[in-house]
C-alpha cells in the first residue's frame, strides 16, 4: 500500500492511501517528510510474533494468579 503525506497538523502528518483512506501518523514516524512525499507501507501478518506474545501473556497470568 502506498500513502502520500497530504499535509501536518500539530504533531501527525495527515497522509492518504492508495484507497483514499486518511491516516494520521505522528510526524517524528516520518522524520524529513514533506508534503507530496509517497511512502510504501507493507502491512504483513505476523502469526509467529502473536503465538510469543499470547505465551509471554500466559506466563504472566500464571505468575499473577499462583498460589
Do not use: N, Q
Not at 502506498?2 to 497538523?9: A, G, L, N, P, S
Not at 504533531?11 to 516520518?30: E, F, R
Amino acid at each position: 500500500m502506498k500513502i502520500t503525506v497530504d499535509r501536518f497538523e500539530g504533531k501527525y502528518a495527515v497522509c492518504l492511501t492508495d484507497g483514499g483512506i486518511h491516516l494520521d501518523i505522528p510526524s517524528v514516524l516520518l522524520e524529513g517528510a514533506s508534503e507530496g512525499d509517497v511512502y510504501d507501507m507493507e502491512l504483513k501478518k505476523l502469526p509467529e510474533e502473536r503465538k510469543k506474545r499470547h505465551a509471554s501473556i500466559e506466563e504472566k497470568a500464571k505468575k499473577l494468579w499462583a498460589d
